[in-house]
């Protein structure tokens, strides 16, 4: 019972980061992009409450799951073309990194705390290159506030991530220290192309897609992560 339940986990894990590209190559994303797109974070969110059924509760478990059901609504919010929407799509995501950011440094079997100094430094100097960046190419349009807050949301849950992962692997958990890790670094190059389209910079035809692949991934990834903990 107990390798059937990791095994469906493990599946359930795979075709939830595929189902982006499932739905993208079969066309139905393009003809129901609303549903699929929900579709796709419904995956996501049962990835996780799986992981949990598996590992039982833990304030990791409840704080990850949190951040994912965050992370959801931002997806169900960002889905409409309007600028209210994005208002309450953003904030759901910028909640949702803040948790994810508080749950690596604080709760689980590899906490981050005692490196939150050099986590500090680097988040800052990433946040400001990243908003130099975006100030100097980008046409913001209105929405600079927007950016000041939830690029610092965004990279501090990445550096975050990233300093778990490596404590994880550390320790020994590769399987966890390989989740957070990617899972973090997806997210921020999922951003970045999202920033780079909305910014007026031409992107390649690839990375319309790629936006969408590396983002479910990496919610699928702090999913499973649950599962490894």
């Keep these: 019972m107990l390798k059937d339940m990791k095994t469906l986990i493990l599946v359930f894990a795979v075709l939830s980061a595929l189902m982006p590209v499932i739905t993208q190559r079969t066309g139905l994303s393009e003809r129901y992009g609303f549903k699929m797109k929900m579709l796709c974070a419904l995956m996501y969110?049962?990835?996780g409450a799986?992981?949990?059924?598996?590992?039982?509760?833990s304030v990791y478990t409840l704080m990850i799951l949190g951040?994912?059901?965050?992370?959801a609504l931002g997806d169900f919010f960002l889905s409409y073309r309007n600028e209210k929407y994005f208002f309450f799509g953003v904030v759901f995501f910028a909640l949702g990194h803040i948790v994810y950011s508080l749950t690596f440094l604080f709760a689980g079997n590899y906490k981050a705390l005692?490196?939150?100094g050099a986590l500090a430094v680097s988040a800052v100097v990433i946040t400001a290159a990243v908003i130099a960046f975006a100030g100097a190419k980008l046409v913001l349009k209105g929405r600079k506030n927007l950016l000041l807050i939830y690029v610092p949301v965004l990279v501090s849950s990445f550096v975050c991530a990233v300093a778990g992962g490596v404590i994880a692997v550390e320790c020994g958990?590769?399987?966890y220290g390989l989740?957070?890790?990617?899972g973090g670094t997806l997210f921020l190059v999922s951003d970045i192309m999202i920033g780079i389209g909305k910014g007026g910079i031409k992107r390649p035809a690839f990375m319309h897609n790629a936006v969408s692949?590396?983002?479910?991934?990496?919610?699928?990834?702090?999913?499973?992560?649950?599962?490894?903990?």
């Design 45 to 47: 969110l049962i990835t």
């Design 50 to 57: 799986l992981s949990a059924f598996f590992a039982g509760a």
């Design 67 to 71: 951040a994912l059901v965050s992370g």
């Design 114 to 116: 005692p490196y939150i």
């Design 173 to 175: 958990n590769m399987s």
């Design 179 to 182: 989740c957070v890790i990617s």
């Design 213 to 229: 692949y590396t983002y479910f991934t990496a919610q699928t990834l702090f999913a499973l992560s649950i599962y490894f903990q």
